[in-house]
């Protein structure tokens, strides 16, 4: 089935608009999965949760007691049904690799890790033919299981 190129250029605007954190994009992939069986879920760059992520930078500070929003990301990862591409630079200085990683591993299948060069926000950018193509395969993949 050959897609036509501006629907691929959509997609793509679409992916790249909606799914930065897990933290923010999670409640909408349960949301989505509940009512759309064969759709994806997108997560880059994400962390295990606010308070793993605060304490890391602030080790003095009782972060468990301080957030008002948890963001728990590692609970959630595992409640999330639908495929799942994992897509994390070692170099990101914002959300540790580590954090990708482990969203990753407790995830449930089906799912793939790809590793993309660049910082947080800019991987689209650094490593795009990576990004772009892994991204491109995923769909590829996913789509052929429908």
């Known amino acids: 089935m050959r897609v036509p190129a501006e629907a691929k250029a ?22 989505r999965s509940s009512f759309v069986p064969d759709s994806w879920h997108f997560v880059e760059g994400a962390y ?32 999330i049904k639908m495929p799942k591409l994992f897509l994390h630079s070692p170099e990101d200085s914002v959300i540790p690799y580590a954090h990708g990683r482990r969203l990753f591993d407790t995830a449930r299948d089906p799912k ?27 769909l590829r993949d996913t789509g052929a299981r429908r």
């Open 10 to 31: 959509s997609a793509l605007r679409r992916i790249e608009k909606r799914a930065r954190d897990v933290g923010v994009v999670e409640l909408f992939a349960l949301w």
């Open 48 to 79: 295990t949760s606010i308070v793993d992520r605060g304490q890391e930078l602030y080790p003095f500070f009782p972060i468990a007691l301080m957030a008002t929003q948890r963001f728990p990301s590692l609970d959630r990862i595992q409640l």
């Open 112 to 138: 793939q890790f790809v590793d993309v060069r660049g910082g947080h926000d800019n991987a689209y950018r650094v490593d795009r033919s990576v990004y772009y193509g892994a991204i491109a395969e995923f």
